[in-house]
């Protein structure tokens, strides 16, 4: 068990790690930062931001000797990166559970290995998406092995013609093209699990996305009880199996059949889980804090029905693309049971996450139609 007064360290500088590291300050812990990037949101609250190249092996060895434990906030970080840290300092998760997840072909591969339920795929090894589009059949989605997320990196084919676009646009690129899946909803499941193996779901969340980033989150979901007893139940195995040790994602397809399908997973805290600063008696950053470090982990219950809404950069008011003005914050602060989360980021630009508000309230449609008034005025 690593108590509090220890040093835990973050690979990753955006603003899961600045969340964490004030959930980690709060229970009395330092929290290092490692992040090439300067003046990122995450070293802006740590008590130590260290500025170097994943492929920095010396930084990297510094940096594991003076934590007691190293964590990440992201995926992308090169193998070698982890490689350098593990015999160093405790890794959590291990090093193994990103090299699965952070490609979604191995990824795939684990599911359909392990016998859990997912998106029929097929996989373009030498850049040539034809024959797996060929298998899988029109409609489908062709996404880039590595480094996509928030929609990057993908592409829906529904005619020949998207095929020959997206065979020249993907070619020499490593792939999966996956069946389309027609669902009823997106859910996500949040598992902690503890170095002692404890391990914990936070409550289902029903996630909506515009233009493949996510906009709302609402829990609890609006779907059946056995439905979500289903998913956090098939979250919790594959947080098992795949022997995780910290915060593991699972994202689902609840699909029009009634079936529970996996669609990705993300080792780490993840934007679906933010309602939990307000609306959960222990968030998922805490919650990541207590299973790296050997804690006890926390009350997974909702305080309150509670609808996170992202805000990204296209709420600033601009024109002849600059910023001119901010967004209407007083809406939001003037709210009761409305709270504000910004992540410190200089810059805002269309797409970018720069913070996002919650909204409480004593059931949930009337949480979902708050939610969304405040997002028109803002």
């Known amino acids: 068990m690593i108590l509090p007064g220890k040093t835990i360290g973050v690979l990753g500088g955006g603003q899961l790690g600045r969340m964490f590291a004030q959930a980690a300050q709060t229970l009395g812990y330092r929290v290092h930062v490692y992040e090439p990037q300067t003046h990122c949101p995450a070293g802006a609250v740590a008590n130590r931001e260290v500025n ?90 062709v996404k880039t092995a590595d480094f996509g997320y928030d929609g990057k ?48 779901a936070l409550p289902v969340a029903e996630n909506i996305h515009t233009h493949h980033i996510l906009d709302f989150s609402i829990v609890p979901a609006r779907i059946a009880p056995v439905v979500a007893q289903a998913a956090e139940a098939l979250a919790m195995r594959i947080a098992e199996k795949l022997g995780v040790v910290g915060l593991l994602a699972v994202e689902l397809f609840l699909t029009t059949r009634g079936e529970l399908v996996v669609n990705e997973l993300a080792p780490r805290p993840h934007n679906s889980g933010h309602w939990s600063l307000d609306g959960g008696e222990t968030s998922q950053f805490e919650q990541h804090v207590r299973a790296v470090c050997g804690l006890p982990l926390g009350d997974v219950g909702v305080r309150e029905p509670t609808v996170m809404v992202n805000i990204l950069g296209g709420a600033w008011k601009w024109a002849e693309g600059k910023v001119v003005g901010e967004p209407n914050w007083a809406a939001i602060l003037a709210t009761p049971k409305a709270k504000l989360h910004l992540y410190g980021k200089s810059e805002p630009r269309p797409g970018r996450k720069m913070g996002h508000f919650t909204v409480r309230a004593a059931d949930i449609e009337t949480a979902w139609a708050r939610a969304r008034e405040l997002k028109a005025r803002l």
Not at 79 to 99: D, G, Q, S, T
Not at 165 to 193: H, K, M, N, P
Request: proline share 5%.
């Open 153 to 200: 990196g993908q592409m829906k084919l529904t005619t020949a013609g998207d095929v020959e676009q997206a065979v020249a646009i993907f070619r020499g690129r490593r792939c999966v093209v996956e069946a389309w899946c027609t669902f009823t909803c997106e859910l996500s499941v949040i598992v902690a699990r503890s170095t002692t193996g404890e391990t914990r």
């Open 52 to 141: 170097a190249s994943y492929d920095d092996a010396e930084a990297l060895m510094e940096f594991g000797r003076g934590v007691d434990v190293v964590t990440y906030e992201f995926e992308n970080i090169p193998a070698a990166a982890l490689a350098v840290i593990a015999p160093v300092v405790p890794l959590h998760p291990r090093a193994e559970v990103l090299h699965t997840t952070q490609n979604r072909q191995r990824e795939k591969a684990w599911l359909r290995a392990n016998g859990f339920p997912h998106v029929a795929y097929a996989e373009a090894l030498d850049g040539d998406i034809a024959p797996a589009v060929a298998a899988v059949g029109l409609p489908c989605v």
